[in-house]
């Protein structure tokens, strides 16, 4: 079974430029999640899809962040303008149920 | 709200000794917990959860938790550590709205 695959792994842009994220879960996995960890700090919950709906987007830091899940597979998640504070990794995650996540390797993002 | 706290940064450990990674939490209800590893460079590995039943847990890579309802904690332990333990560990609690909740994780630093 594949696992989550994200890309790019490392990703730096200069500040006011656009970047986009993907995710692609493990085939069949409804739920995929979206999480960051930014400067060391604690990793911290972003937004969580049921196929293609939000169900929990309460964790987006502001209106910079645009998350989407066509047709309830893959998703992205677009940054723009990115900031300097928007440095950090970027992990998704997916799972059939509640029971446990499986995490991709994420994405290393450098504003500069 | 559901809450999880590992109050060491830094834990260093000589190899073949045991090692303990700290860990408590906070929860309305029965607490689902979870433990993960990154690597260097690596995404999130799956250790370990506890969903019910026995108190001690086994997971990857000879890794085990106690669950401890009194004291609320679910510290990580392992008999002797490996170098190749050394690893960013990250506690873990799934909320009401089956997000999982992250601690600020413990990097764990095993000497030769």
């Known amino acids: 079974e594949a696992g989550v695959t994200q890309f790019p792994s490392h990703s730096v842009i200069e500040k006011g430029q656009t970047v986009t994220l993907r995710c692609d879960p493990i085939s069949g996995h409804d739920n995929l999640y979206w999480y960051r960890r930014v400067m060391g700090k604690e990793i911290k919950f972003l937004l969580h899809?049921?196929?293609?709906?939000?169900?929990?987007e309460s964790g987006m830091p502001n209106n910079r962040f645009l998350a989407e899940r066509t047709g309830g597979t893959y998703s992205t998640l677009k940054v723009q303008p990115a900031e300097l504070e928007d440095s950090g990794v970027y992990f998704c995650a997916s799972s059939p149920g509640w029971s446990g996540y499986t995490f991709g390797s994420g994405t290393r993002l450098t504003v500069v | 709200a559901q809450s999880v706290a590992q109050p060491e940064d830094q834990v260093n450990v000589a190899e073949g000794n045991p090692l303990t990674v700290k860990c408590t939490y906070s929860v309305s209800g029965n607490p689902y917990l979870f433990w993960y590893v990154q690597y260097p460079n690596r995404g999130l590995q799956f250790l370990l959860k506890y969903i019910t039943g026995d108190n001690l847990v086994k997971g990857s890579y000879g890794f085990e938790a106690e669950f401890n309802k009194s004291q609320t904690s679910f510290h990580l332990k392992k008999p002797s550590a490996l170098v190749s333990d050394s690893a960013l560990y990250f506690c873990?609690?799934?909320?009401?709205?089956?997000?999982?909740?992250f601690g600020s994780g413990t990097r764990l630093s095993i000497r030769p």
């Open positions: 899809f049921v196929k293609e709906s939000k169900q929990d």
């Open positions: 873990a609690v799934r909320d009401s709205a089956s997000k999982i909740i």
